[in-house]
């Protein structure tokens, strides 16, 4: 029985760790055309293991190609996206949870039915939105207008679990004297870090690879420009320079990666909650 | 009677104030964000507009009649729904073999696997399709260079320069990408099916093969419809790989709807923007996308329940 596993678990492997590596190529020669010479780049532009470990690539892009400004613009952004999303999720969430204000049912109703609609389709209005409020070309742009329609599922989360809470526990906390804001940051908002993960581990994921918005955003200020948006008009005016590109993807896929690393069980946890509702 | 109520609502509502601050931060958004830009794209589509200043130039239904039989929107329309329709018939399928690999507990580093497959999703996708550019440069590009010298090429393709695999090649890069979202589904699904059935069709001497096509994919019928929507939904707006893979080139072969969409809104080479224009393809393709949604859902429920 033992080695009939075990011959099984290696056919497996066979099969499907050259795979496993053909997969991850992309990933692959990014992280090794990041530390390759420009000449082994040329020469030998498929080896995988650098004969001369160089980090010009990345102090290149860094630097000279603006990546250090194109870091901290997607750090700023996504971080304030996050916040953004999820203190109102949080709070209205919880607001829509517990007890029964008038009107309650009409504001669920309306999230739950505009969450089907199509979007994508309704970037100019958001655009024109923008510039009404004076805010285009402004870190304030990109925030608002990625967390702006971002949030529905997130409060459908909240809600959900703020509303299986049970009622004793907030009762006993007013009898205790405590106030509405009391209850809901110091006993129900630390109950909710499950939520409160898988809310912050998507729209980190979503903000930190945004393109779309901040590209419309940022049309007439490269200074505001985020990694992704960097990288688009670095390869439309370089599109020689490999070495220098796969860097430049290092510096921004890399913290994403790592970001993830540490919070996969909420991104998973989440996603597998999509489907078993 | 009636003041009665009134003051009674009036009391209710006084009683759940917090409850109305807390909300207030959320329905501005909401107005702002969702709202307004499902009312204001249909609004805009009745306008000849370039963007400046507030619509002024009504012109009724011109900009559908013009849209209508613009050879190069539906070029987009139908690329866009191809685009959609292969992720639906490849990688919904396939996602579920690999799940159906990976949930066998005997297998050593499955979560190794499962980490691999999920490393394109959580992966920047305008860099992706960036990093295609490169990849499968016709020069010089590594992966044409590996099949040439593999011999599985004669010589390297222009993938993303062929009228004829542009298309095919932006739909294997983004199955290669999102694949590993509709695996976790599947995987979730599969946890949720009760260990003892299997069990027992063990002790029935149920063959593996069996046990596949009598138990697990019958009781996945109504969770894979929820991913079957799931999987449609999340491929129809591709602009950010078409856009950095080939900008729905050439020759507009592979160009879809969000991209013909920033062709006509905010192509910073165009010299006269179209607002209106544009605000009316999205909004007949948004349209198409709904009923799509609402005609299927109630077929896929029906079927979900017919087979369970």
Redesign the interface.
Known sequence: MGMKKYVRNSTFHLFFLPLALLWSYPFLWMISSAFKTKQEMLMNGTRLIPKVLTLDNLQRAWVNAKFETYFFNTVIVTVSVVLLVILISATSGYALARGNMPGKKIIVIALVVTMFLPKGVTIIPVFELINALGLNNTYFAVILAEAGPAHIVAILLFMGYFANIPNELEESAIIDGAKFLTVFSKIMLPLAKPVLGTVAIFNFIGAWNAFFVPLIFTLTRPELRTLGVGMYSFFGEYSIDWTGFAAGALISVGPIIVVFLFFQRYFIEGLSGAVKG | MNTVNTSL?LK??KK?K???W??S???V??L??????????VY?SFFKWD?SGVPENYVGLDNFREILIDPYYWNAFVNNYIFAFSHVLIQFPLALILAIILNNT????RN??R??????V???????G??????LHPA????N??MV?FSLLESPINFLGSVSLVLPTAIVISI?KNIG?TL??W???L??IPIELYEAARIDGASPVKTLFYITIPLLVP?GS??LL?TF?SS??P??LI??LSKGGPLFASDV??TY?YRY??N?ELTTLR?GF??AG??I??VT??LI?IIQAPFIRKLGKYRT
Request: hydrophobic fraction near 60%; proline fraction near 5%; charged fraction near 5%.
């Open positions: 609502l209710n509502i759940h917090w409850h109305y807390f909300v931060p959320m329905l958004l909401f702002l964000f969702t709202v307004w830009p499902i009312l204001g794209s805009y963007g005997l297998l050593k580093g190794v696997y980490l691999l497959i999920f490393l394109p959580i992966t920047t996708t305008a860099i992706i960036l990093i295609f550019n490169i990849l010089a590009g590594p992966l260079e590996a010298k290669w979202v976790i589904y995987l979730a699904g946890q949720t969770i929820v991913i799931l939904i129809l707006h602009f950010d856009q950095t709807v969000d969409v809104a905010f910073p607002y544009a605000s999205g909004f393709f948004g996308v709904m949604t």
